[in-house]
């Protein structure tokens, strides 16, 4: 890819975003945008984004495969991992070899390259001072992130955490906590809602994230409303939804 269409396709994809900057966007359907579209732009092979609960404890909310999910979801058991250092930190972490990570990271080294991921780079969502989350993006390649791509995924990041916060939660530590854990709330109630659809359609887990988000689009509502409906059965979405 050129540089002038990477930054063209970079330019648009953001303004995509920001448009969706609205009173009523639904948190987890845009950071899940946020992260195919950095995969996609960026040409990385997975991302996702952490983000920080009421304890300070890093917990998944969106990412582009189940392949990365187990990744983060173990490097949060094991609390030793780049994602886990980034946001200690609140600086980016490249890890251009995963084989050649600290041996205090040894079960996220084993358990990245058992999924066929090589390289790792995670950048921090900051307020001020204030690290909430990461994004964190795996490549099946070594190597260094390039130095457009890294501003790009700071670009992606910034985003991110607007999305996130808000103009009306930067004033306030109460509104940002809320937010926050509206956003983890909201992401466990989806999961519950993918293994729901799962079960009913036959579908994979993947796939079942797939169903919902296209009908919540189709039907103009919050993934959060179309999954607490699911889990509540409220609404079911059989084959004929696919």
Not at 23 to 40: G, N
Request: with cysteine; glycine share 6%; net charge negative.
């Amino acid at each position: 890819m050129s540089e002038t269409t990477f930054d063209s396709r970079l330019l648009g994809v953001l303004t995509t975003l920001a448009d969706t900057l609205v009173d009523d966007y639904d948190i987890v359907d845009l950071l899940q945008t946020l992260v195919d579209a950095c995969r996609d732009v960026l040409g990385i092979s997975a991302a996702g984004i952490l983000l920080a609960d009421e304890a300070g404890e890093l917990e998944l909310i969106v990412s582009t495969s189940e392949a990365s999910r187990l990744v983060e979801v173990m490097q949060l058991g094991a609390q030793a991992g780049p994602c886990i250092e980034c946001f200690r930190t609140g600086a980016s972490v490249s890890v251009p070899a995963i084989a050649d990570a600290p041996v205090e990271w040894a079960g996220f080294r084993v358990e990245a390259l058992a999924q066929g991921f090589r390289s790792v780079y995670a950048v921090p969502l900051r307020l001020r001072e204030t690290t909430i989350g990461t994004l964190n993006l795996l490549n099946t390649d070594e190597g260094l992130v390039g130095e457009s791509s890294q501003a790009a995924a700071r670009a992606f990041a910034d985003v991110a955490t607007i999305g996130i916060l808000h103009e009306r939660s930067l004033r306030e530590s109460e509104l940002l906590t809320q937010q926050l854990q509206h956003a983890l709330n909201s992401r466990v109630r989806i999961e519950q809602a993918k293994g729901v659809v799962s079960y009913t359609t036959g579908v994979s887990i993947g796939d079942a994230f797939d169903v919902i988000r296209q009908y919540a689009r189709r039907h103009q509502l919050p993934l959060s409303v179309v999954a607490t409906r699911i889990v509540d059965r409220e609404l079911r979405l059989d084959r004929s939804a696919l």
